[in-house]
Each structure stands twice: as structure tokens, then as C-alpha cells.
């Protein structure tokens, strides 16, 4: 099946600071990306929809200046967590739409403890 | 956007007993995929459904949808440890390709 890969698995940071975690598709093009939240025992919450080449299309609540998207590259997408804070730590994940658009592949996920 | 529920949100189960949980909508549903979250992994796809009454079975997982595309299930025959994890169920928008996550039931299997 299609791989997504994620970096950093794990991030710790102190609150204040920016944190970068990059999400490839490695094995096929992903027009379409996504990232999720998710918190201790709940379900995955859609933070965004990052799309190549145009602005990200983020979710209501979600705060677009605090959570930067960039999808440069037709197998890149980024997500930047600026001035982070403790409310901020989480379970990130993203995924690619699959070429036919059926479904979607998630990637590992990345953990984010702002101290 | 379409909603989806998954109620219990954790269920026991003694190994080799079997398993059956339920997505279920109060509106039509175009399709329905299930997911399965390992203990700290991330979500794999499992099947997608868009067939009315539509059956489909992987190894000893049954995955139906309803005849009225309202609800769809999930049912583990003789459960094992591995089956261990988080099962959601999902609905894709088709426009946009985006998910919509049911919360999910976590189940754990006594050995």
C-alpha cells in the first residue's frame, strides 16, 4: 500500500517556540493533503485541508496563523505550530488522498509536548 | 456534512468471543470506510463500503451497510489479542475527500 511518512515523531518544546512537522508521500503524488488532531482517547479531529500549490482550507476553530500549512511539493506538506503552548500538545496526524481519491493514507504521526 | 456515531466508546471482550460494533447516521450516507488505530498507532484503513446492503469480509472481520445506508457494521469472529485497537468509522464527502471520524470504539480483548 501507499506509504506516508511523518517527521519528527516526537517533538518536546517549550512553550513559546515554533515547531515544524513535515508529512511526504513517498510512494505516489498527493494533490490533496490533510492534518488532523488528536487528543488523549478521542477521535481525530480534521484541522485542515492542504492543497498543492493554493492556500490551505482550514476548519472552523481552528486557528489558521497559529497552525501554518505549506504544500510546496506535490509529496510535501508541512505544518507549523507557532508560539506553541501546553494546550497545544497532541497527537498530529496527517494523510494523503489516494490518486483515485477514495480514501486516504495516514501517516505515523507526530507527538507534540509543549512544556 | 454527513455525521456518523459509534456508541459504546469501549467495549470488553474475552478471546474467542465475538465482537459486533455500530456506525450509525441519521441521514443517508454515500459510503462508509473503517479504520483500525493500534495502541499509539495511527489510523489504517480497513474497507470502504457504498453499496446498499453491501457485505464484504477480511479474514474473520464481516463489514456490512445497512440496506438504508444508515448504519454499518463491524463483527470479529472468534476474537484474538491482535484485534486490540480502536475501530472508527468514517464518511467521505466525496467532494472534497474529506473524512468525518465517528469517536471510535476501543476495544480490548482478555487473554
Known amino acids: 500500500g501507499a506509504v506516508v511518512s511523518q517527521h519528527p515523531s516526537r517533538v518536546i518544546c517549550k512553550s513559546g517556540t515554533s515547531v515544524k512537522i513535515e508529512c511526504r508521500s513517498l510512494?505516489?503524488?498527493?494533490?490533496?493533503m490533510f492534518w488532523y488532531r488528536q487528543f488523549p482517547k478521542q477521535s481525530l479531529m480534521l484541522m485542515a485541508t492542504?492543497?498543492?500549490?493554493?492556500?490551505?482550507?482550514?476548519e472552523q476553530g481552528v486557528e489558521k496563523d497559529k497552525f501554518l500549512i505549506n504544500h510546496a511539493s506535490l509529496t510535501l506538506s508541512t505544518l507549523t505550530v507557532t508560539s506553541a503552548h501546553p494546550e497545544d500538545s497532541s497527537f498530529y496526524i496527517c494523510?494523503?488522498?489516494?490518486?483515485?481519491?477514495?480514501?486516504?493514507?495516514f501517516g505515523p504521526g507526530t507527538r507534540l509536548l509543549v512544556l | 456534512g454527513q455525521q456518523v456515531m459509534q456508541i459504546p466508546q469501549y467495549q470488553h471482550v474475552q478471546e474467542g468471543e465475538d465482537f459486533t460494533t455500530y456506525c450509525n447516521s441519521s441521514?443517508?450516507?454515500?459510503?462508509i470506510q473503517w479504520y483500525k488505530q493500534r495502541p499509539g498507532g495511527h489510523p489504517v484503513f480497513l474497507i470502504q463500503?457504498?453499496?446498499?446492503?453491501e457485505v464484504k469480509k477480511q479474514k474473520r472481520l464481516t463489514f456490512q451497510f445497512g440496506e438504508a445506508k444508515k448504519n454499518s457494521s463491524l463483527h470479529i469472529t472468534a476474537t484474538q489479542t491482535t484485534d486490540v485497537g480502536t475501530y472508527f468509522c468514517?464518511?467521505?464527502?466525496?467532494?472534497?475527500?474529506?473524512?468525518?471520524f465517528g469517536k471510535g470504539i476501543t476495544l480490548s480483548v482478555r487473554p
Open positions: 494523510s494523503a488522498r489516494s490518486p483515485k481519491g477514495e480514501t486516504q493514507y
Open positions: 510512494d505516489f503524488q498527493a494533490t490533496t
Open positions: 492542504s492543497n498543492e500549490g493554493s492556500k490551505a482550507t482550514y
Open positions: 441521514t443517508t450516507l454515500s459510503n
Open positions: 463500503l457504498v453499496k446498499s446492503g
Open positions: 468514517a464518511v467521505n464527502d466525496g467532494a472534497n475527500s474529506k473524512l468525518t
